[in-house]
């Protein structure tokens, strides 16, 4: 149950609180290990990353140079009539070693800042993180920049983290999860995230997002992608997906899944992507590809799938595909169904292998002939000779596992008991195709 939970809620977006004005208010960034970007510290103070977080990667540790130490955040703007939430996390401290921490905001109306709202917490904790949060209401449009004090014993330390300020009457921003965490590492060297991985992304950056280049990331899991609501160009070929949801995806006209490694895809629908004019998906394992409603697609290159056994082609548009641009030489592929089986066979005959055919129904699609299923082939594995029984046959071929034709060999179709010899290969594994009038079958055999 817990599985299928955690799946549903991987679908969907996730709303979260507002951005959060406050630079690097979450500690993550750092260029230097004394001091947080956007931040500025006491010129006595001591400051330093810490790999204790109240939420992310890392927080900041405050120590007591003195009896006081204190950091400030760069100035950022705030909207007049507008109300704010301002928020710190903090822990640390045995007790006796703190008097007090402040919470304070500041402006500068005239020639010197001033403070003008804060909070003060004396209580502390070693064990759990503390929250100091009030609510503001700016008066004039304005830049202002929160403060951070701490008052204690000489050398005692202290955590803080997560230092927000948010508007609180604006509408929530809403995120796309992306569980992936080298999904989302792509996204960020790409711009479309920034920071480092959480889990999301803001969806408004990846709505408008035409063309995504996600090939060659180590990408398992493609969640996130259904907001990507306009992606005309999409390429995540060499990669380890072995399933992807593209049903929101309704403007795709180009599409590249090829190659998918270890496993390979296993299933592809296409069936929403209606303006899809590309198609590259060679090496998966995908076993039946049905292009029926893609009436647009001029390009098909599909090799490299020895799992492919049927392809329904049949969608009015293949007079006007480009001949150079079709390509599933497969052998496994028994039968492309087509608009017209004569225009298929005179223009598209390299496209394929010689066991595979077209045609306008393909009705016994993926099922093989009651009498290939009785054909025996032995000895599999094989040092050479292969008998061929219970079958008559008039021609036998033989392919590589990359689709090359290697052997072909005439047989005798009054005789159900043939032989074929296959000294010579590489070690191996080849597929032989049994041939008979216009049926064929294959079997794999394996070449030691």
Same mark, same amino acid.
């Given at each position: ?198 889990? @999301?992304? &803001?969806?408004? $950056?990846?709505?408008?997002? !035409? +063309? %995504? #280049?996600? =090939? ?60 899809? @004019?590309? &198609?590259?998906? $060679?090496?998966?394992?995908? !076993? +039946? %590809? #049905?292009? =029926? ?65 077209? $045609?306008?129904?393909?009705? !016994? ?84």
């Amino acid at each position: 149950m817990k599985t299928k939970l955690l799946l549903l809620l991987l679908l969907f977006s996730l709303t979260i609180s507002a951005q959060n004005l406050v630079p690097n208010g979450d500690f993550e960034t750092w260029s230097s290990s004394s001091q947080p970007d956007d931040w500025y510290r006491s010129f006595n103070g001591y400051v330093s990353k810490s790999s204790t977080p109240q939420n992310g990667l890392s927080s900041t540790r405050l120590k007591i140079t003195g009896a006081t130490n204190f950091i400030n955040s760069k100035t950022f703007a705030v909207k007049s009539n507008k109300t704010y939430r301002v928020s710190l996390y903090h822990r640390g401290g045995a007790p006796g070693d703190f008097s007090s921490i402040e919470l304070s905001l500041y402006h500068q109306p005239g020639t010197f800042k001033e403070k003008f709202q804060q909070i003060t917490d004396q209580t502390f904790s070693d064990i759990q993180w503390r929250k100091l949060e009030f609510e503001y209401t700016s008066k004039v449009d304005e830049n202002i920049e929160v403060d951070i004090w701490v008052t204690g014993k000489a050398q005692a330390e202290i955590l803080l983290d997560n230092v927000s300020v948010v508007l609180i009457n604006e509408p929530s921003s809403q995120y796309t999860l992306i569980p992936d965490i080298n999904f989302e590492k792509k996204l960020i060297a790409l711009n479309l995230d920034a920071g480092v991985p959480d889990g @999301k992304v &803001l969806t408004t $950056s990846i709505a408008t997002q !035409t +063309n %995504l #280049d996600i =090939s060659s990331s180590f990408i398992a899991n493609l969640t996130g992608i259904q907001d990507f609501t306009s992606l005309t160009s999409l390429d995540f070929s060499y990669n380890n997906i072995t399933s992807v949801d593209l049903s929101k995806n309704t403007i795709l006209t180009t599409l590249n899944c090829s190659a998918i490694y270890p496993e390979g895809l296993l299933d592809l629908d296409v069936s929403k992507n209606v303006l899809l @004019k590309t &198609l590259l998906c $060679s090496g998966n394992k995908i !076993t +039946n %590809l #049905d292009l =029926s409603k893609n009436i647009l697609l001029t390009t098909l290159i599909c090799n490299r799938s020895n799992e492919l056994l049927t392809i329904n082609l049949k969608n009015g548009n293949n007079k006007n595909m480009i001949v150079d641009n079709i390509q599933f030489p497969n052998p496994s592929l028994k039968c492309v169904q087509v608009d017209d089986v004569d225009y298929s066979n005179a223009n598209w005959a390299d496209s394929k292998m010689e066991n595979t055919i077209y $045609s306008t129904t393909c009705s !016994t699609l993926g099922l093989e002939d009651a009498a290939f299923n009785k054909a025996v082939l032995y000895p599999n594995p094989t040092k050479g000779e292969v008998n061929i029984n219970n079958i008559a046959l008039e021609k036998a071929t033989v392919y590589n596992s990359l689709g090359q034709l290697v052997k072909t060999f005439i047989l005798n179709s009054g005789d159900t008991n043939n032989t074929i010899n296959l000294s010579g290969l590489p070690k191996g594994v080849y597929y032989v195709y049994l041939i008979n009038g216009d049926a064929a079958s294959a079997k794999k055999i394996i070449v030691e």
